[in-house]
């Protein structure tokens, strides 16, 4: 049920007049921003250019299963916008640039927000959610929706991270065979293929850092309040946020810097006007001298390749200037309560955020509570449930409303023990922020016997408290892309952005796809053995 049509084959980005040269489908935002001022290429030219990339590498070619949707206005918005600037009018930094959007968010020319599945496939609700007007107002085109890990992989225990109902399996750019991550998957692979210059994902806990790291580009989960959650197909209040996902730093700066701010119809970001900033201002390459960072390593060993990477991060850091100083995280006890209290909290919010969000959409959708998705599940096991059932969901329906008292102090409690472990590692250290390998290298999916090749991850933390999470690329395993992670306190999203900047300029470790079948495939692994 893929819903991509349309678009002309073509190879890569090119401007279309006899003078202009030849823009490449990595650039930055920035980049495309600045040959947009200078005449070198147009939105308009962007826009028909990605819809060629995406015909060749997500619809056919590699198949990366990326997209789900194109809005059908996109080439219309980028002739407006063109005609603005020829007039003198460009209305910030983002003026003509293509956004993906993952599809649990709300772009009425995008058609249906389906979260991946079969049960919204008639949920065209005519609305754009509120961080869709802000981008849109500050000039950005969008392009189309991404595929996801259905219902942000909040329906099975043993679900495949990037498969949906709706767009079958992400694939991961860098090796066909591995995992994209989850459940922002078409968001990061977009991202690596260069489908679009931004994309959007959204985090409940690593939904975006995780693909971001595995598809070796920037993911950033602000912190909870930060960005609107209205017209977003939710998990939980206490803990969804959208967040930038890019191929630069200084591109989810910009980025962070549209989206930011307060929405009367989310009372979480009543904060946000106050708190943001103009995070493009924060990017400085001399941000590490002098910074007490703290090195978060629990789960070493795991991945020797990832533990090398790390490593040769660690001295970038040092080398900027960096005084890093190694931390004795949370115990094993701790963590593991963290995580049983979230798990525990999270099928009650479902519950209750599902039922609300379904009670809004179109007369079309059927499905208009929980206990509707399960029967319709049930009932179109063949194509929502071919791979792994939905024990989360059928869980999720016993538990009690969000007025129970057991469940309140369960969440409280979560909070409590995620922000008391980030504020001691930040506190009693006197560091700005914490440094963490983002996760191992993307395993091999295996829809016979499940996922596996997991490697640690620091995002429960931030998830579970509510803090901004960072992920930049730090190098590679094998080919595949890790990620650095940096963790602070609430609100620290600009000394996160400025930490990550100057750790991205000396590094420089992000590396182009090669859309290659397996990690095999590569001439270092898959050479054969001369003796001579």
């Excluded at 219902?151 to 994209?180: E, K, M």
């Excluded at 910009?254 to 701010?261: E, F, H, M, P």
């Excluded at 100083?325 to 599902?354: H, N, Q, W, Y």
Aim: hydrophobic residues 45%.
């Amino acid at each position: 049920m893929k819903r991509v049509a349309g678009a002309i084959v073509m190879a890569g980005i090119v401007a279309g007049a006899a003078q202009a040269q030849p823009i490449s489908p990595y650039a930055s935002a920035g980049e495309q921003q600045a040959a947009m001022t200078d005449g070198r290429v147009t939105a308009e030219q962007l826009v028909k250019a990605y819809l060629d990339r995406i015909a060749r590498y997500d619809s056919a070619g590699p198949k990366l299963n990326a997209v789900l949707a194109l809005n059908k206005q996109a080439l219309a918005d980028a002739k407006k916008l063109d005609a603005e600037r020829r007039a003198g009018k460009v209305r910030g930094p983002l003026h003509g640039v293509t956004i993906l959007l993952k599809d649990n968010i709300e772009h009425a020319a995008s058609g249906a927000t389906t979260a991946g599945s079969l049960a919204l496939a008639d949920n065209a609700t005519g609305r754009d959610a509120p961080i869709v007007r802000r981008l849109t107002d500050a000039g950005a085109v969008v392009l189309g929706k991404t595929n996801l890990s259905e219902w942000a992989n909040f329906r099975s225990l043993r679900s495949i991270s990037g498969w949906s109902g709706v767009g079958g399996l992400v694939r991961n750019p860098y090796s066909l065979d591995r995992t994209a991550c989850g459940s922002s998957s078409g968001s990061g692979a977009a991202m690596a293929a260069g489908f679009a210059g931004l994309a959007l994902g959204t985090e409940t806990d690593g939904s975006v850092t995780c693909p971001a790291a595995m598809n070796g580009v920037v993911g950033l989960k602000p912190t909870v309040g930060l960005v609107s959650r209205s017209l977003i197909v939710p998990i939980s209040p206490e803990q969804d946020t959208a967040g930038p996902m890019t191929r630069t730093v200084a591109d989810a700066a910009a980025l962070l810097s549209v989206i930011a701010g307060s929405d009367p119809d989310d009372p979480a970001t009543r904060e946000a006007d106050a708190r943001k900033a103009d995070y493009l201002k924060a990017l400085d390459r001399d941000a590490l001298k002098g910074a007490r960072i703290g090195v978060w390593f629990p789960w070493k060993g795991r991945s020797p390749q990832t533990d090398v990477v790390f490593a040769e991060a660690l001295k970038t850091l040092t080398a900027q200037g960096a005084i890093l100083v190694e931390l004795k995280g949370p115990d094993d006890a701790t963590m593991s309560r963290i995580g049983e209290l979230e798990s525990d909290t999270l099928r009650t919010e479902f519950k209750a955020a599902i039922d609300a969000y379904l009670a809004t959409t179109p007369p079309a959708v059927k499905t208009r509570t929980l206990a509707d998705l399960i029967a319709f599940n049930r009932a179109n096991a063949e194509r929502e449930m071919p791979l792994f059932a939905q024990e989360i969901f059928d869980i999720s329906a016993t538990r009690p409303p969000i007025t129970d008292p057991a469940y309140r102090e369960k969440r409280a409690t979560a909070t409590k023990l995620a922000r008391e472990a980030l504020d001691r590692m930040l506190g009693e250290n006197d560091l700005v922020a914490i440094v963490a390998p983002s996760g191992g290298p993307a395993a091999i999916v295996d829809p016979v016997n499940g996922g596996g090749g997991f490697f640690g991850s620091p995002s429960r933390l931030p998830a579970v408290s509510g803090y901004p999470h960072l992920t930049v690329p730090a190098g590679a395993a094998s080919g595949l892309p890790i990620g650095i992670s940096f963790l602070g306190p609430a609100w620290s999203e600009a000394k996160l952005l400025g930490l990550g900047y100057a750790f991205e300029q000396a590094a420089r470790a992000r590396r182009e796809p090669e859309f290659l079948p397996n990690v095999a495939a590569r001439p270092e692994i898959g050479r054969a053995y001369d003796p001579q």
